[in-house]
């Protein structure tokens, strides 16, 4: 008989921050980026601090995104490495109190854990070994000659068509199984098991989960609230 899984979203999902962007700034500050880059990333950024719109975090984040792609070949590889380690070591524990603790709980009860992100693998790897995860998926970037070709997945990919692969690989079954994320991106895999987890989510997961009457939960500082209609 198959062990049931459950399968996390990382970035504001488990850890507090979104650890792509930390990569893209460290990698920013030491100038692995195009000119005027860096500024114009910390500017959309600022907009979205500022609230001025509903869609400010999701224009600095396809800010960031679309000028990490284009600098790519000219990033050093081994400083982009150093990068993924230092963010790694800085936020393996800065997480929510809530998905932590069902982490815990499940691997209690014998889940398989699995971890599906769109940040670089190289820190999803590692952030999945430290809390005891059983296999993870992140973006890949290709490299060749000691240089990145520029290709691989970009940060925004199938999550649903990746858990396929895990569920495959592991031999296991959707039946009771558990699925928590934050954002649009996670709503194919939430809607593909059992018990799926609008967790802080942002306006257009929230929408959907209400409208499918999933469970959503927020937490702020210390308190963790569960939204019913």
Same mark, same amino acid.
């Given at each position: 008989?198959?062990?049931?899984?459950?399968?996390?979203?990382?970035?504001?999902? =488990?850890?507090?921050?979104?650890?792509?962007?930390?990569?893209?700034?460290?990698?920013?500050?030491?100038?692995?980026?195009?000119?005027?880059?860096?500024?114009?990333?910390?500017?959309?950024?600022?907009?979205?601090?500022?609230?001025?719109?509903?869609?400010?975090?999701?224009?600095?984040?396809?800010?960031?995104?679309?000028?990490?792609?284009?600098?790519?070949?000219?990033?050093?590889?081994?400083?982009?490495?150093?990068?993924?380690?230092?963010?790694?070591?800085?936020?393996?524990?800065?997480?929510?109190?809530?998905?932590?603790? =069902?982490?815990?709980?499940?691997?209690?009860?014998?889940? =398989?854990?699995? &971890?599906?992100?769109?940040?670089?693998?190289?820190?999803?790897?590692?952030?999945?070994?430290? *809390?005891?995860?059983?296999?993870?998926?992140?973006?890949?970037?290709?490299?060749?000659?000691?240089?990145?070709?520029?290709?691989? *997945?970009?940060?925004?990919?199938?999550?649903?068509? &990746? =858990?396929?692969?895990?569920?495959?690989? *592991?031999?296991?079954?959707?039946?009771?199984?558990?699925?928590?994320?934050?954002?649009?991106?996670?709503?194919?895999?939430?809607? &593909?098991?059992?018990?799926?987890?609008?967790?802080?989510?942002?306006?257009?997961?929230?929408?959907? &989960?209400?409208?499918? *009457?999933?469970?959503?939960?927020?937490?702020?500082?210390?308190?963790?609230?569960?939204?019913?209609?």
């Amino acid at each position: 008989m198959s062990r049931p899984f459950a399968v996390f979203d990382i970035d504001g999902t =488990l850890i507090r921050w979104q650890l792509f962007h930390a990569i893209v700034h460290s990698l920013g500050k030491t100038g692995q980026l195009g000119a005027g880059d860096f500024e114009a990333i910390n500017t959309a950024r600022l907009a979205w601090k500022n609230r001025g719109t509903t869609e400010g975090f999701h224009a600095y984040e396809q800010e960031l995104v679309n000028r990490f792609l284009a600098a790519l070949p000219r990033v050093d590889p081994s400083v982009y490495d150093t990068a993924c380690q230092a963010v790694f070591s800085e936020y393996k524990d800065q997480t929510f109190r809530y998905t932590r603790d =069902l982490v815990r709980r499940l691997k209690g009860e014998g889940y =398989l854990l699995f &971890a599906i992100s769109g940040s670089p693998q190289e820190v999803v790897s590692l952030l999945a070994q430290h *809390h005891g995860f059983d296999d993870a998926i992140g973006c890949t970037f290709v490299r060749a000659n000691g240089r990145f070709t520029g290709d691989g *997945h970009t940060p925004i990919f199938d999550k649903k068509s &990746a =858990l396929d692969t895990l569920v495959q690989k *592991h031999s296991t079954t959707y039946e009771e199984s558990y699925a928590v994320g934050d954002s649009t991106s996670d709503a194919p895999m939430l809607a &593909a098991v059992t018990h799926p987890i609008a967790f802080c989510p942002d306006q257009q997961l929230y929408d959907t &989960a209400q409208k499918h *009457h999933w469970p959503t939960v927020v937490e702020r500082k210390n308190v963790i609230y569960e939204i019913t209609r």
